[in-house]
Nanobody, 127 residues
């Protein structure tokens, strides 16, 4: 089992930046791909970005490409989401999640394939 704790959310003006962190613990944490999802009130959960356990493969939602960067530091068991040029439509609760499977070769954007979730961190972008 993998435990995840997000941090770094907050209130920022449009055009600003935030960096979210996802600290992972658990014996198999280092072998799991990690993704960020977000959910705004009244909307469905949305895939944002994912990074393979080895860090060699990354995927982004079209809505954040060129603005967000996902990275991981396996020595620190932490995954980051650097968010630049933030827009009001980025406002949501952001969750990190760890893949159900260890050492998956390809990334998945399907939230049902992620078995461990953090508690979420609120990101609010004002216009």
């Amino acid at each position: 089992q993998v435990q995840l704790v997000e941090s770094g959310g907050g209130l920022v003006q449009a055009g600003g930046s935030l960096r979210l962190s996802c600290a992972a613990s658990g014996r198999t944490a280092i072998s799991r791909s990690v993704a960020w999802f977000r959910q705004a009130p009244g909307t469905e959960r949305e895939f944002v970005a994912a990074i393979r356990w080895s860090g060699g493969l990354i995927s982004y939602a079209d809505s954040v490409k060129g603005r967000f960067t996902i990275s991981r530091d396996n020595a620190e068991n932490t995954v980051y989401l650097q968010m630049n040029s933030l827009k009001p439509e980025d406002t949501a609760v952001y969750y990190c999640a760890a893949d159900r499977r260890s050492f998956r070769v390809l990334l998945t954007t399907d939230g049902d394939e992620y078995g461990s979730w953090g508690q979420g961190t609120q990101v609010t972008v004002s216009s």
